[in-house]
């Protein structure tokens, strides 16, 4: 059986014209917020995205990799990414389809933002599409506070955070944002501290309606969603001062997001098993962390 038709690789096309799209949308959103920000708190010079064009080094494809390094932004990357390839034997007995044919098409964004500010929290977003013998979505979108007293479930950025993912799902199906909010709590999680990476979002992995326009529609809303609320958050906490001490809880605070993603990020784990881009996948690490 062959898992690759023309009608798959048109379906890929558009989700990656869709990916890129939503890149440089969000690429203009952080780059306003890097001018707006107020010169007392944020010195320097407004930061811009670089774009890092790569290719893959195995099958074919390849994308291209956003790196921010501003004054709001201490370290951002926004990525998108395309590819044809063949699962390793291992890889393939893990996939939907894989056993039937190991060769796979995908198109990908995903982001991080670590800011400077411990008042405004890390976020990461990313969605995909993917196909073997069988195709299907994911991905999702997960807030993470880095300040005791804004971690919690009514916190205003957690609500804002998640009223907004809610409505992305409810737009398609009310049954979807309970369960993948539950999926999001239960994967974000640190088993060996006992505790949760941060406030959550959704976490949603090989979706398959049936219906692949349905399924592409929840995916654009998902990023839609983000795109409408993060730079709100973002923007709600750009002029709160913080302290010495707050900068301290944060740098710590990161050494979990560095522990979830070594550890147990199953999209770490896959990009490093198909030859993708090492600079982009370990970018999500923040740039300064610290462990007591």
Known sequence: MTAITA????????????????RDRIFAALEAIEEAAPADLYPGEPGRFER???????????????????????????HTSSANGRFSPEMAATMPGGDKDPNYVSSSISLIVHPRSPRVPAVHMNTRFLST????????????????????????????????????????????????????????????????????????????SGDFERDFAFTRDVGEAFLEVYP?????????????????????????????????????MFGLKTGGNIETILSSMPPLVRWP
């Open 52 to 78: 890092r064009p790569w290719t893959r080094e195995t099958g074919a494809g390849g994308g291209v990799g956003g790196f921010l390094h501003g004054r709001v932004f201490e370290k951002a990357g926004i």
């Open 133 to 208: 013998a069988e195709s299907w979505f994911g991905g999702g979108a997960d807030l993470t506070p880095l300040l005791d007293e804004q971690r919690r479930q009514d916190a205003p950025d957690a609500v804002d955070f998640h009223a907004a993912m809610k409505r992305a799902c409810d737009a398609h199906d009310p049954d979807w944002h309970a369960r993948y909010k539950a999926w999001c709590d239960e994967y974000f999680f640190l088993p060996h501290r006992g505790e949760p990476r941060g406030v959550g979002g959704i976490f949603y992995d090989r979706h398959n």
């Open 232 to 268: 709100k958050i973002v923007r709600r906490r750009l002029a709160e001062p913080w302290t010495e001490a707050e900068r301290e809880e944060q740098l710590v605070r990161r050494g979990r997001y560095v522990e979830f993603n070594l550890l147990y990020d199953r999209g770490t």
């Open 7 to 22: 009608e798959i690789e048109q379906r890929r096309e558009r989700a990656r014209a869709w990916f890129e799209s939503l």
